[in-house]
T-cell receptor, first 114, second 112 residues
Framework: NAGVTQTPKFRVLKTGQSMTLLCAQD?????MYWYRQDPGMGLRLIHY???????AKGEVPDGYNVSRLKKQNFLLGLESAAPSQTSVYFC?????????????FGEGSRLTVL | GNSVTQMEGPVTLSEEAFLTINCTYT??????LFWYVQYPGEGLQLLLK?????DKGSNKGFEATYRKETTSFHLEKGSVQVSDSAVYFC???????????FGQGTTLQVKP
């Protein structure tokens, strides 16, 4: 069972470069999320999607863009990377908003911006 | 706004010791509460949950009780194992949005 798959798992960028992180889920989940994890700060929500073709801002959206053209994929883009975006990025998905709270997470993508 | 506060780590215990990781929250309404665990090199996994006051969530020997009066959801385990070494996150979901608010995480290291 693949679950939630993130690519790439590691990436080093120079300031100003752009890149896209891909999240793919094979569970037919409606809801998808991008979080970033920083030491001492837990996980913070960047953007999320409640269905194909929809996106919305989370807690820390600045400097990021997202797209959900297909239900199974949720892309996170950095147009002009900054050192402050050095972080570990996690994608998550869930089927229902019935208060179950069970998000399924990918293994993370570690991004370093020099 | 809604927030979650966890005890500072790291927490270092010997095998078979009793574990408590404190978690308190601030939220409007009646949020659902969760504990997630992150093993080294992996994503987060749901450990247990409670959706209303006085509910007790339990899984793999871990327990947590939703205490509305003290706005707390402390994680406990009676006898930890080396394999429990991980980072533990407390989280809340308010209003059936699917958006979780996480605490900062507490690292647990269990020594043989």
């Amino acid at each position: 069972n693949a679950g939630v798959t993130q690519t790439p798992k590691f990436r080093v960028l120079k300031t100003g470069q752009s890149m896209t992180l891909l999240c793919a889920q094979d569970m037919n989940h409606e809801y998808m999320y991008w979080y970033r994890q920083d030491p001492g700060m837990g996980l913070r929500l960047i953007h999320y999607s409640v269905g194909e073709g929809t996106t919305a801002k989370g807690e820390v959206p600045d400097g990021y863009n997202v797209s959900r053209l297909k239900k199974q994929n949720f892309l996170l883009g950095l147009e002009s990377a900054a050192p402050s975006q050095t972080s570990v990025y996690f994608c998550a998905s869930t089927r229902s908003l019935q208060g179950t709270g069970e998000l399924f997470f990918g293994e993370g993508s570690r991004l370093t911006v020099l | 706004g809604n927030s979650v506060t966890q005890m500072e780590g790291p927490v270092t215990l010997s095998e078979e010791a009793f574990l408590t990781i404190n978690c308190t929250y601030t939220a409007t309404g009646y949020p659902s509460l969760f504990w997630y665990v992150q093993y080294p090199g992996e994503g987060l996994q749901l450990l247990l949950k409670a959706t209303k006051a006085d509910d007790k969530g339990s899984n793999k020997g871990f327990e947590a009780t939703y205490r509305k009066e003290t706005t707390s959801f402390h994680l406990e385990k009676g006898s930890v194992q080396v394999s429990d070494s991980a980072v533990y996150f407390c989280a809340l979901e308010s209003g059936n949005t699917g958006k979780l608010i996480f605490g900062q995480g507490t690292t647990l290291q269990v020594k043989p």
